[in-house]
């Protein structure tokens, strides 16, 4: 995985979703996946590609539940794929499963 100064999307932990996703300004973009899951390895790609598109505009991260599942279960993440989307630290809005472009665009724009 990329960080965002690679225009890709960050790593979000445990440790740091409060300062990179709580704290952050405008709209941010949480890919909740693992390894092991087949649907998450399709939206995988997706995510990386508005996040380099949306670099500066969007903040777009991943966060591998089972390395950090302290934030999973505080957000009630039970399937995964999870894409959550937040403002002001403030979840606005939630896709669950394997969805086209398409669909994550239309919430990015929708949110931003």
């Known amino acids: 995985m990329t960080d965002a100064g690679n225009g890709g999307p ?3 932990t445990d440790a ?3 300062d990179e996703i709580e704290a952050a300004e405008g709209l941010s973009m949480v890919d909740f996946w693992a390894e092991w899951c087949g649907p998450c390895r399709l939206v995988g790609p997706v995510v990386d590609e ?5 670099a500066g505009r969007v903040k ?3 966060l591998d539940v089972d390395a950090n599942p302290q934030t999973a279960f505080r ?3 039970r399937s995964i794929p999870s894409i959550l989307f937040f403002k ?3 979840v606005v809005d939630t896709i669950v499963g394997a969805h086209p472009r398409t ?4 919430k990015i724009l929708e949110h931003a």
């Open 10 to 12: 960050v790593e979000i």
């Open 16 to 18: 740091n979703f409060a």
């Open 50 to 54: 508005l996040a380099r598109e949306y």
């Open 60 to 62: 777009i991260g991943k």
């Open 75 to 77: 957000f009630n993440v």
């Open 88 to 90: 002001g630290g403030e």
């Open 103 to 106: 669909s994550l665009e239309n």
